[in-house]
């Protein structure tokens, strides 16, 4: 079992800046090996793939929507996935949920497909006003 714990979401105003991270807990031996990512879902929308990282961290993924604003990253010694994002605009408003891949293909692969990620985190509100 993995338990992932996401924390930084909050309320900010728009061109503002958030870090969420999302710490892994349980079987974290191998977190190394897991390709991790974050998706987001606002009320009455579909859950969006908003970025994506191969467990080398060499490999990365980014919506549409977010490229150049957001950044994601981790820190295998810690456990940790982050996602940096600036300059929010109201339409990123949203739950935040990280994700961990436990069987990514090899170190530079990642997949934007929620249905292929085994654990999820409990997710972090962000909200972003005009």
């Known amino acids: 079992q993995v338990q992932l714990v996401e924390s930084g979401g909050g309320l900010v105003q728009a061109g503002g800046s958030l870090r969420l991270s999302c710490a892994a807990s349980g079987r974290t031996r191998t977190f190394s090996r897991y390709a991790m990512g974050w998706f987001r879902q606002a009320p009455g929308k579909e859950r969006e793939t908003v970025a994506a990282?191969?467990?080398?961290?060499?490999?990365?993924y980014y919506a549409g929507s977010v490229k150049g604003r957001f950044t994601i990253s981790r820190d295998n010694a810690k456990n940790t996935v982050y996602l940096q994002m600036n300059s929010l605009k109201p339409e990123d408003t949203a739950v935040y949920y990280c994700a961990a891949d436990l069987h990514a293909r090899h170190s530079n692969y990642y997949s934007t497909m929620a249905d292929e990620y085994d654990y999820w985190g409990q997710g972090t509100q962000v909200t972003v006003s005009s």
């Open positions: 990282v191969s467990w080398s961290g060499a490999s990365t």
